[in-house]
């Protein structure tokens, strides 16, 4: 039987654009508590009056976080249970609340997580990637052209997949930067759960294109997910093969075989090599 304790926050993920992924257990907790901050209280206001919950709405985002956040804990310091909720998806990952349960934390307050609704895990889910390589999760790029086309250099090199969110207006400019990973492959998830959701993969270099055929791609919320690239994974499988190697190979040895096995590069391998001696 799940325990929910009087002065504590509860983190609750609400639906990403579906009303009906709410969760049991988050329509209960909202009923419970004694109020609801939130990111926007119009927004959240159209969910509560899905469910017929009324709640007193606290405005808690990310240009007043700091200091509601005090105003948060004193009523959790009262006594009472207080829910906080991003306008989608599960707050504090790109959305406002990290600061505000940083901030309860910092008090010594309970702090209680409603897992739900993510963009990035719904993502990924349709991404279609295997192995286990693992995701970065990026967010938002920067808006500044010269820093988002520096972030995406920065994520060529990775072999693992990567999340990245963005914003309709913003859209086709990291449509433009991502080009030159030419055909590493990107899932792109548009207004998911939505009535419009479109879910495509696509070459990188081919995404502006992509956008460019029918009007309303450049409209929505985005997720896309960067899959990882051949040569990078090469490198990552390379170093987990020769790791193997070493422990019943001489030197050399473990490092053409890694080479072989895997297509990375020998001269990274054996760099790799001679620094895992050294450790």
């Known amino acids: 039987m799940q325990h929910y304790p009087e002065a504590a926050l509860y983190v609750v993920a609400t639906p990403i654009g579906n009303l009906s992924d709410i969760s049991l257990r988050a329509l209960h907790v909202l009923e419970l508590v004694h109020a609801i901050a939130c990111e926007d209280t119009r927004h959240t206001q159209t969910l509560l009056r899905q469910y017929g919950i009324d709640k007193p709405l606290l405005a808690v985002h990310e240009h007043n976080e700091a200091q509601a956040a005090q105003l948060v804990i004193e009523r959790l310091q009262r006594g009472e249970r207080v829910a906080y909720v991003s306008d989608a998806g599960t707050p504090a990952v790109s959305d406002p609340g990290a600061r505000l349960v940083a901030a309860v934390r910092g008090a010594g307050l ?12 719904t993502a990924l889910s349709v991404a279609g990637i295997s192995g286990g390589s693992g995701f970065v999760f990026a967010g938002f790029l920067p808006s500044k052209a010269m820093e988002r086309e520096q972030a995406v250099q920065a994520l060529q090199a990775d072999a693992r997949a990567v999340v990245i969110l963005e914003a309709p207006h913003r859209m086709e400019a990291l449509a433009r930067a991502m080009a030159p990973l030419g055909g590493r492959l990107v899932t792109v998830c548009r ?27 450049t409209r929505g919320e985005f997720a896309l997910v960067l899959h990882p690239g051949e ?23 473990a490092v053409k075989l ?22």
């Open 191 to 217: 207004e998911l759960t939505k009535q419009f959701e479109e879910i495509a993969t696509v070459a990188a270099q081919d995404l502006s294109a992509w956008l460019a055929a029918g009007t309303q791609r």
């Open 258 to 279: 890694a080479a072989d096995i895997t297509g990375a590069p020998r001269n990274e391998l054996y760099e790799a090599a001679l620094q895992l001696k050294k450790a």
């Open 231 to 253: 040569e990078a994974r090469a490198k990552d499988d390379g170093h987990r093969v020769l790791q193997l190697l070493l422990a019943e190979l001489p030197l050399k040895t």
């Open 110 to 121: 309970t702090i209680l997580p409603l897992p739900g609704a993510s963009s990035v895990t």
